[in-house]
C-alpha cells in the first residue's frame, strides 16, 4: 500500500508545481513580451536507510514558449517591439547584463531610458536623451532627440539599442524576471547590428487566458483525485491492521 501513497503523493507534488507555474503565467498574461514557462519532470530516488526501490517525481521549469505574442500597434513612441529571437539589454545593480523583450521603455526625471526600472543598454553602455525631449527609434535601434521648442530639424542622434540576437534555449529565466546568458552568466553578449525592431508597437505576452485557466481546473482537480487516492490507501491500511490485531 505504501507504494500507492508514494505514487499518489508525487503526483499531488507535481500538481502543486504545475499549479504555481500556470498561476505565474497568468499572472502575467498583460505583461509585454512575456514568455510562457513550461514544466518539464524527472524521476528521482527517495533517500533513506533501505534499498532505493521508492522515487518521486521532482519538477523544474527549464523550458518556455517560444511562440511569438501578438504584435500592437501603441502609437507610442517609446515602445518597440522585437522580432523572434531578439532581446533589449538591460543593466542590473550589479553592473552585469540581463535581457528582457518588454518593449515599453520610459524615461525617469534624469533623462535614462528605463525597462521594467532597470537602465536600459546602449553600444556605449546605459542610454540618457535630453529631459523633456521627443524620442524616436529607428528600426534599426538608433535613437534621436529633438528637444522641446527645437526645429524639426534639429533632431540630433543620441544613441542606439544593444540589440541581441540569442535563442531562448541559450538564455534563464531569473527571479527577477529578466533572461541572463546560461554560457557566460553576468557576462554581457554581443550586440546583432543588423537586427531590427518596430517602433511604435509592443509585443503581446504569449500566454491564453483560456487555456491557463483550463489547466488551472485540470490541475485543481488532479490534486483532489490524488488526495482522496491518499486517503483510501491510509483507510484500506487501518482496516487492515484492525484484521490482523482481531486475528
Same mark, same amino acid.
Given at each position: 500500500m505504501d507504494r500507492a501513497i508514494y505514487t499518489a503523493l508525487g503526483a499531488a507534488n507535481a500538481a502543486l508545481s504545475r499549479q504555481a507555474v500556470t498561476s505565474n503565467n497568468l499572472a502575467n498574461v498583460s505583461t509585454p513580451g512575456?514568455?510562457?514557462? @513550461?514544466? /518539464?519532470?524527472?524521476?528521482?530516488?527517495? #533517500?533513506? &536507510?533501505?534499498?532505493?526501490?521508492? =522515487?518521486? +517525481?521532482?519538477?523544474s521549469t527549464p523550458y518556455h514558449d517560444n511562440a511569438m505574442g501578438?504584435?500592437?500597434? =501603441?502609437?507610442?513612441? @517609446? #515602445? +518597440? /517591439?522585437?522580432?523572434?529571437?531578439?532581446w533589449l539589454a538591460v543593466q542590473l545593480a550589479d553592473g552585469s547584463e540581463a535581457y528582457t523583450r518588454d518593449g515599453n521603455i520610459e524615461v525617469d526625471s534624469e533623462g535614462q531610458l528605463r525597462v521594467r526600472g532597470f537602465p536600459l543598454l546602449g553600444d556605449g553602455g546605459p542610454l540618457t536623451v535630453p529631459p523633456q525631449s521627443q524620442i524616436t527609434f529607428a528600426p534599426d535601434g538608433t535613437i534621436t532627440a529633438l528637444g522641446a521648442g527645437d526645429e524639426p530639424t534639429a533632431l540630433a542622434q543620441v544613441g542606439r539599442l544593444k540589440l541581441v540576437n540569442a535563442p531562448i534555449q541559450a538564455l534563464q529565466n531569473g527571479d527577477d524576471g529578466l533572461f541572463h546568458s546560461v554560457a557566460n552568466p553576468g557576462q554581457p553578449m554581443p550586440a546583432d547590428l543588423d537586427m531590427k525592431v518596430v517602433p511604435g508597437a509592443i509585443e503581446s505576452s504569449n500566454v491564453s &487566458?483560456?487555456? /491557463?485557466? +483550463?489547466?488551472?481546473?485540470?490541475? /485543481?482537480?488532479?490534486? #483532489?483525485m490524488q488526495m482522496k487516492v491518499i486517503s483510501t490507501v491510509d483507510d484500506n491500511a487501518k482496516n487492515a491492521n484492525q484484521l490482523l490485531s482481531t486475528g
Open positions: 512575456f514568455r510562457a514557462q @513550461l514544466m /518539464a519532470w524527472r524521476a528521482v530516488p527517495v #533517500d533513506g &536507510p533501505s534499498i532505493q526501490t521508492r =522515487t518521486l +517525481v521532482v519538477g501578438s504584435i500592437n500597434q =501603441t502609437g507610442r513612441g @517609446l #515602445d +518597440v /517591439a522585437l522580432p523572434q529571437d531578439g &487566458p483560456v487555456k /491557463a485557466m +483550463v489547466d488551472m481546473i485540470a490541475t /485543481a482537480r488532479s490534486f #483532489d
